[in-house]
């Protein structure tokens, strides 16, 4: 699907069908996976669909992939799945964004490719977006991930300002500067990094000191702390900080802005009449908040076109997605998922064998860290076992042995004959993430159009994402 926006009939028949498949499927996204052997959920699998897809090898798996992605051969290829399923399938990928490149910006508008630097002498026969050659004292700290995505996201700012003759940027959630320093030494640009923590803003300031001493950056750069809300005051601020270092009309940058955070950073856009473009890339979308009532996601849907579709068009007053959903959207992309299928389908099976332990035992489970690692037992349910009590406290349980006991009842009664069962759910899962993001970002989208009154907009996969899944930046010029 190309991902831009040429008129609200082109964007509005994605989003009416990506919502209506978000809502047949729900069964799919929209629960717990360590609710997955407690609540059932095993059962609400089609049994064709289980006995298709299990008896599919690995490579054949890949197969399948290969043909959704290059939408080709998927039918006579796989004659032997349900006709359902086939519908599934075909529906899943005319619905899911195009994270290549190239196919995306091929797709924009002539005058839109030169506004925002692509051009055909540039791009040969496909277009490309450079890395640019980031210098050895501004990569400490980088890891291949962070030096691959500031490379990438310099490359495309530093052209759109070229091309709209714009010489500050401003970067909300600038972090550690790293981005900062690449625009503002490589490029030239005047850069104001906008962060929320004193500390890390005085950590980015003394980095940006440490690796500069030798040779001075081209452009200027400002540090400020400021939290990022979506009101007047806060557009106020920003207005006497951007007078303060002298800016006049800018690109506004938010690389992974978390949560809520974007749609904050889209207000600001549409507030700030200097701002005349912006370059922003969302994730984290599980940590966007509920609303007062707890009923719904506060944001999402954004767009005043999404909110009428769901409550309107389909005539539902329930909640489109959840956090459940909203967290399998921002978990990995197909390309890499299938890679890592059953290190990931037993350590969830693992964690809801140990909720339905504690349910049938009375207990409850908390975390004794935040990210307890999978490392140390992978598929292995004993090591598993034996992990349980550093990872977990399991709250009203004075008998571990017993506790342990409980594991393997379940581990019989759940893990070994629907355990084929969660791992085809976790296949299907891969392939839903990308219509749930593709809807996130087409809402998006359409906010900056609607609500802020913004013509020029589209969505550029910035970023390999095999190296950074989210990869889909907001790109707007007014």
Known sequence: MAMIFCGNVFILLPLFGAIDYIATWKWLHNFKLTR???????????ETWYQSLNALTDEHLLLLLQCIEKRSRLRTTFSMLPESLLDFLEDTNRLTMARNLSDAVAELPSDLQTCLGFSYEERGESFMLQECQIPRNLTYGMSPKKYHEVSRMAVIVSQICRQQDIQYVVDLGAGMGYLDCVMCDV????????????IRTESATKRAIKHTRKRPMRGRLFHHTLKIESNEQCAADLQAILEQSGADRFCLVGLHCCGDF?????????????????????????????????????????????????????????????????????????????NELDAHAHCHSFRALLEAAAEKGGFLIRKKRRHASTDEYGIDFDAFVRSVFKNYQIEGCTDESGFVGLLSECYTTFHEPYYRTLRIFRVLQGLIQGVLETFITIDRLLYIREDCDIDTCCVIPVFDEAQSPRNLSLVSVK
């Open 36 to 46: 997955f052997y407690v609540d059932g959920i095993y059962k609400q699998l089609p």
């Open 262 to 338: 974007t749609p904050v950073f889209l207000d600001l856009f549409a507030k700030l009449p200097l701002a005349r473009a912006m370059v922003c890339v969302g994730c984290c979308y599980h940590l966007m908040q509920y609303d007062q009532s707890g009923s719904h996601v506060q944001r999402c849907p954004l767009s005043s076109s999404a909110r009428t579709i769901w409550n309107d068009v389909l005539k539902s007053n329930s909640m489109l997605v959840s956090v459940a959903s909203l967290r399998l959207a921002t978990q990995e992309t197909r390309v890499r998922w299938l």
């Open 187 to 198: 490029y030239g640009l005047n850069v104001i990094a906008v962060e929320c923590d004193y």
